[in-house]
C-alpha cells in the first residue's frame, strides 16, 4: 500500500508545471530568473509552484546574494520510487492469488 508520504509526492508532481520544474532541477540547480526563462511561466505562479514544492520536500533553497537557487532534494525521488516498488509488489501478489482463485 502506497504510503501518505507517496501520495503526497505523486499529488505535488501531478501538476504539468511542477513536474517541468522537477525535471529542470534534476539537471543543474537554477534561481527562480532562470526557471521564468525556461518554463515560460510567470514568476508569480512559478513562485507559488516552487512553494509548494519547498513544502513537500522536493526542493531545497540556497541563498546567494540577491537571488535563490533551487535544487532538488534526492532523497525525495528515493521515497517515490520506493513507494512505487511497494505497489508492484503488491500488484504482483495480488496477480498471483487472483490467478490461483481463478483455476
Known amino acids: 500500500m502506497m504510503t501518505s508520504a507517496g501520495t503526497e509526492l505523486i499529488r505535488v508532481l501531478a501538476d ?3 513536474l517541468q520544474i522537477v525535471t529542470l532541477l534534476a539537471h543543474e540547480t537554477l534561481c527562480t530568473t532562470h526557471l521564468v526563462e525556461e518554463t515560460g511561466a510567470k514568476q508569480t505562479n512559478l513562485s507559488n509552484h516552487l512553494r509548494v514544492l519547498r513544502e513537500a ?3 531545497e533553497t ?9 535544487k532538488l532534494h534526492a532523497d525525495f525521488l528515493d521515497a517515490l520510487a520506493a513507494s512505487f516498488a ?3 509488489a503488491t500488484a504482483r ?3 498471483a492469488t487472483d ?3 481463478a483455476c
Do not use: I, Q
Open 57 to 59: 520536500g522536493v526542493v
Open 16 to 18: 504539468p508545471l511542477r
Open 62 to 70: 540556497e541563498p546567494c546574494g540577491r537571488f535563490t537557487y533551487y
Open 86 to 88: 511497494d505497489l508492484a
Open 93 to 95: 501478489t495480488t496477480a
Open 99 to 101: 490467478r490461483k482463485r
